[in-house]
């Protein structure tokens, strides 16, 4: 059975607030979508960001316009998907 999955993409960023810009939020979503669409519909409810300050002002900025433009919720315990 396989257990984890991962999708490693790299972003060139000096500080996490940039994670918020046009271009690499949008890059963020896409990443998300495109490990979406290789499992069944609806397969993932929740999604948590694992970084250092993962529970700061920017990271809870980014945690909230996630949920908003992926419909996943972010403020879960056990959560199926995991950027990090």
Request: glycine fraction near 4%; charged fraction near 20%.
């Amino acid at each position: 059975m396989i257990v984890v999955v991962s999708f490693l993409e790299t972003f060139a960023v000096p500080r996490p607030r940039a994670l918020l810009g046009h271009q690499h939020y949008h890059h963020l979503l896409a990443c998300i979508e495109q490990v979406r669409r290789l499992h069944p519909p609806h397969a993932f409810a929740g999604l948590r960001i694992s970084a250092a300050g993962a529970a700061s002002s920017v990271f809870t900025l980014l945690k909230e316009q996630l949920q908003k433009d992926t419909g996943l919720l972010t403020n879960v315990e056990e959560a199926d998907a995991n950027v990090r």
